[in-house]
């Protein structure tokens, strides 16, 4: 089993700026990707950034140019720098973590963001 645990959500104007964390534990070995997906009530789960092993990197088209994502391969830890943020990126964000040769996804308990004035 892999263990997710993520941490940095909170409230923050519209314009501000979050960085959310993610680490990985237990049976972290052949870790592929690591992501972020974002869901808002009554509405399906949706991508937000994701990194493989290899560094390679996949947005939204909503968050291109403001959001950054990277990873500490050491730490098994991902980052979601989240810049210029809009209302519309209320959400609960959620870590997702996948391994080569597992079916399974492992997803944290998800972190509240709320872009509010």
């Known amino acids: 089993q892999v263990q997710v645990v993520e941490s940095g959500g909170g409230l923050v104007q519209p314009g501000g700026s979050l960085r959310l964390s993610c680490t990985a534990s237990?049976?972290?070995?052949?870790?592929?990707?690591m992501g972020w997906y974002r869901q808002v009530l009554g509405k399906e789960r949706e991508l937000v950034a994701r990194?493989?092993?290899?560094?390679?990197?996949d947005y939204a088209d909503s968050v291109k140019g403001r959001f950054a994502i990277s990873r500490d391969y050491a730490k098994n830890t991902v980052y979601l720098q989240m810049n210029s943020l809009k209302p519309d990126d209320t959400a609960v964000y959620y870590c997702?973590?996948?391994?080569?040769?597992?079916?399974?996804?492992?997803w944290g308990q998800g972190t509240q963001v709320t872009v509010s004035s």
């Open positions: 997702n973590v996948r391994r080569y040769t597992d079916p399974n996804d492992y």
């Open positions: 990194i493989t092993s290899a560094g390679f990197t």
């Open positions: 237990g049976m972290i070995f052949s870790i592929s990707t």
